[in-house]
């Protein structure tokens, strides 16, 4: 069991029930996958979703690194014998990282500052003095401390005043306090660095900026600091200083104090807030608003990634894939039902060959040999030509065209993963079948490339790496346990992301198909070498194996709870099979029988949910889309006509629109609806289908904008 004064801290941080956050801890730590835990453990969490689990590991986490941060505080300064028994209690009762590192901060190893100097120089009784403000003549008494190292009265003093600027400044009480007014009331400024003005245009927005950093969106702090870091803008983030000072000096100054002690500390303090206070709180306060904004540009990234890998497949089609190009061509594959490659060539419609009769007859002539039921053509280069040179063309048999998103084809085309799966085609080979998979079975292809490759984000450059990569990583994860895997026909590399397995058990299920053949029941599964009880059972729920004997292992009914539903069919006198076929046999259950110790109704209403569309796909199905006729760049786009697009990348601040051409349009969010709208994600969906009027066109600049309101001016 987690330790429970634990859990509250957690509890306090997250508005959620004690007892699930309790049990969703045991559960991680005995190495339950969070996919898993949604699924099939929502007697234990209270139903919570994929979301709010991970919430709670994240804070977990932190807790724990927290406490290892607390350990180590405390075995240094109990080393330097400065641990007193409240300096023991103030680490030991702080759960704030930022608290614990102003009271470590006296403690920690210094470089020779200033107030080192000063020390070694014998100035710390004079600045004691100062600082209890019982001096009425420090001239007389700076006088006393003139050695070979301070020579006079002013370099004595200011010997003083450096080792109590330090002071001020390690106080965890008044660095508590400039924390707190730089969270309040700090204003984000910039200026452009005027050498390079010419350069810096695309942050002209910039060239002189201020906004409140509470109220700045994480586009405009991304943006501001990807300024500083290409060197084009100084950026501030600053409070009133002289007001700050004032305000420090009512905590420090004694009323009663000499007026050469107040005028001192007067310096003292400006001193120290200048030169310590201000520039340390502001690094702390910058990486706060840096870390907010990556987290809130990460988020976005995330779920356009998540929408993305749950577009719609158009299933187990024979599909002709295109990569188009004008002066190289259009390369062409073939693939079969299952996605594998049976042929490749190429065919130059465009210019400069303009062989286009020849590469019309080619193409039928391929249909018809393959019995292509789906062209999938690239969205790049020459991809709308290539479409509409199809779409015009007579066929002997119905074939539908998609125009399919191929960013990250190439960044595929080039990786490690295409080499094996294709070591003797080349990458222009590997991008088209990356394009005829994606129509086919999106998930399946994009888990394949890096989520930063395949052009749903902003910024992911600029967000901090690391957890760019996990969070996305998790997204994945997720999205391919929420659509299941076909146990007999996935790839090593999309096995990698089912939950409890990874790279090693992927392998060995491959191998172990190759070897024995297909699988015919879930449970062969544990025949697998080196696939133990917590990886099948964290596993075995999110396979599927199509046609198979027993037809529950086409479902996501996870095998502990076979037996619950063999005892369903039981009770209704049927088969298993017959319940399935028939869901109106589930109605005439009395659901409260099969509650037990550790299977409660949101199980039981999943299972029977679940036999009522068996290996149904979630995603739904892939559609055709035709952009509209006439727009071949952004020179066709006009003012107040009305064009058709697809959302191809969602941001905080509106939607970018596929218009079929270059340059994509841009929907604000200030243009989404007649209404006001917080969060674009509340009106549009990523690969969602729109008409929106031009609003305005910047052909020099190559802005195209949108509008979805009634009435746009």
């Known amino acids: 069991m987690p330790d429970q004064a634990l859990i509250k801290i957690v509890c306090n941080k997250l508005t959620l029930p004690e007892r699930s956050i309790s049990k969703t801890v045991e559960l991680l730590e005995e190495g339950a996958t969070i996919p898993f835990i949604a699924r099939y453990r929502k007697e234990a969490t209270g139903s919570l979703d994929e979301v709010q689990i991970q919430a709670i590991q994240n804070q977990w986490n932190q807790i724990i690194e927290l406490i290892k941060r607390k350990e180590y505080v405390l075995k240094t300064i109990d080393e330097q014998g400065q641990l007193t028994d409240a300096l023991r209690k103030s680490i030991q009762d702080t759960w704030d990282i930022n608290i614990l590192e102003d009271i470590y901060l006296p403690f920690k190893k210094k470089r020779k500052t200033r107030a080192v100097k000063a020390r070694d120089l014998g100035l710390e009784p004079l600045a004691n003095m100062i600082w209890e403000q019982r001096i009425n003549d420090l001239t007389k008494e700076a006088r006393a401390f003139i050695t070979e190292g301070a020579s006079n009265v002013e370099a004595v003093l200011q010997g003083a005043r450096d080792i109590l600027a330090e002071r001020i400044n390690e106080d965890s009480y008044t660095r508590n306090k400039v924390r707190k007014a730089f969270l309040q009331h700090a204003t984000f400024s910039s200026k452009v660095i005027k050498a390079k003005k010419l350069a810096a245009e695309k942050f002209t927005d910039y060239f002189d900026f201020n906004e409140k950093a509470h109220k700045a969106p994480a586009h405009r702090v991304l943006a501001l600091f990807r300024g500083e870091q290409e060197g084009f803008l100084r950026v501030k983030l600053s409070v009133d200083g002289e007001a700050m000072c004032q305000s420090l000096e009512k905590n420090i100054i004694k009323y009663e104090a000499s007026s050469s002690c107040k005028k001192t500390l007067r310096e003292t303090i400006k001193d120290a807030y200048a030169r310590l206070l201000a520039p340390s709180i502001e690094t702390e306060i910058r990486k706060y608003y840096k870390e907010k904004a990556d987290q809130e540009a990460i988020s976005v990234f995330a779920e356009n990634l998540k929408q993305l890998l749950l577009s719609p497949p158009l299933g187990n089609k024979k599909i002709m894939g295109i990569d188009p190009g004008f002066r190289t061509g259009c390369k062409v594959v073939c693939l079969d039902a299952q996605g594998n490659l049976i042929f490749n060539d190429a065919i130059y419609p465009h210019p400069p060959q303009n062989k286009l009769d020849e590469a019309l007859h080619q193409v039928k002539y391929w249909i018809d040999k393959f019995q292509i039921e789906a062209i999938a053509i690239g969205n790049g280069t020459a991809g709308k030509e290539t479409y509409a040179l199809l779409n015009n063309a007579s066929f002997a048999k119905d074939v539908t065209l998609f125009l399919v998103n191929e960013s990250g084809a190439s960044i595929y085309s080039a990786s490690e993963i295409a080499r094996n799966e294709f070591p003797n085609h080349d990458i222009t080979v590997r991008g088209a079948v990356s394009i005829g998979r994606r129509l086919m079975d999106p ?52 096995l990698t992301f089912v939950s409890g397995l990874g790279p090693a058990l992927a392998k060995n299920i491959v191998a172990f198909r190759k070897e024995n053949g297909s699988f015919e029941k879930i449970q062969t599964l544990k025949k697998v070498p080196r696939m133990g009880a917590k990886a099948y059972e964290q596993s075995a729920g999110f396979l599927r194996i199509r046609d198979a004997k027993n037809p529950l292992d086409n479902t996501a009914v996870h095998p502990e709870r076979y037996p619950l539903v063999k005892q369903m069919a039981k009770d209704l006198s049927t088969s298993i099979d017959q319940l399935i076929a028939d869901p109106s046999l589930s109605k005439k259950l009395q659901l409260q029988k099969y509650i037990s110790h550790d299977v409660g109704l949101p199980t039981i209403k999943d299972i029977l949910s679940e036999l009522e569309k068996p290996g149904l796909d979630i995603r739904g199905a892939a559609k055709a889309f035709e952009f509209s006729a006439g727009i071949n760049s952004i020179e066709d786009v006009k ?43 509340d009106v549009v969906k990523l690969n969602q289908e729109v008409q929106a009027r031009v609003i305005e066109v910047d052909v020099s600049r190559k802005r195209i904008s949108l509008s979805l309101k009634s009435n746009s001016n």
């Open 443 to 494: 998930l399946s292809e994009l888990v394949k490339i890096d989520p930063k490759s395949i052009g749903v984000g902003q910024y992911q450059h600029d967000v901090n790496q690391v957890k760019l990569k996990d969070d996305l990583q998790r997204v994945v994860e997720n999205c391919v346990n929420k659509v299941g895997v076909n146990l007999n026909t996935a790839s090593e590399y999309l």
């Open 639 to 681: 003012t107040g006509m009305y064009i058709k697009g697809i959302i191809n990348n969602i941001t905080k601040f509106g939607a970018f629109v596929d218009l079929g051409i270059k340059e994509s349009g841009l929907i604000h969010i200030s243009q989404m609806a007649d209404k006001f709208v917080k969060d674009p994600l």
